[in-house]
Structures are given as C-alpha cells and as structure tokens.
C-alpha cells in the first residue's frame, strides 16, 4: 500500500477517532471519516496487548494487504483498531471481518 494511502499524522488518527463513525465486530474496530477526496487513506492501531512487535507488524501487514484487495469506495480516512481476538486468526477470517464491516459502514464500492 503507498504511503499516500496510508494515514500517517497524529491528527489525522485523532480527527477520524474524534468525528468518524464506527462499526464492530468481535475482531476489529473501524471508524471512518468522509474526506472528499479522491483517494481513501487507511489507518491501523495495534496495541501492545495483541503481542511483541513481530506479532503487531504481521497483523498489521495483513490488514494492509486486505484494505489493498478490498474495493473501497474513496473519499474517506478509515482507522482500523485490532482487539486481542485478532492475534489468532488467520488471513481470510481478517479479510471476511473486514468486509463485513465495510459492507456495514458502507464503504465498499459497486461491483
């Protein structure tokens, strides 16, 4: 994922935590924000609680490659939060969380 996809300010994480939306499931946290912009930016939060740092860095590899695969509408910043259930599942339970809650949020564009 390029990094102009990626949220990477403070504020940025803090404007769509503060302002954006939210949705849940037993795996993740997403909250997203309408920008207008062309181009949709991801966020992750990875705490410590989900294990040391190969644990976080891998889940937050996976999360990317699925935002990547996933037909996101743009125009918006979305933040995705991992709950400890995450550390133990594998790549395809991640990507069917993830659609899920974007099909929720609304988020997912017309095929």
């Known amino acids: 994922m390029n ?3 990626r949220l990477t300010r403070r504020r940025e994480f803090d404007a ?3 302002q954006g939306l939210g949705w849940s499931n037993s795996l993740f946290v997403v909250r997203a924000l309408p920008t207008g912009f062309g181009i949709t930016r991801f966020g992750f939060i990875v705490g410590r609680r989900i294990g040391k740092a190969t644990a976080r860095n891998r889940l ?3 999360l990317r ?3 990547r695969q996933l037909p996101v509408r743009p125009g918006y910043d979305v933040v995705i939060i991992a709950r400890e259930p995450a550390k133990a599942v ?3 339970q991640i990507k069917q969380a ?3 809650l974007f099909r929720r949020a ?3 564009a017309e095929t």
């Open 16 to 18: 769509v935590l503060s």
């Open 106 to 108: 609304g988020l997912l």
């Open 90 to 92: 594998d790549f395809w």
């Open 98 to 100: 993830l659609e899920e």
């Open 3 to 5: 990094r102009e996809r």
């Open 65 to 67: 490659e699925v935002c």
């Open 60 to 62: 937050k590899r996976r």
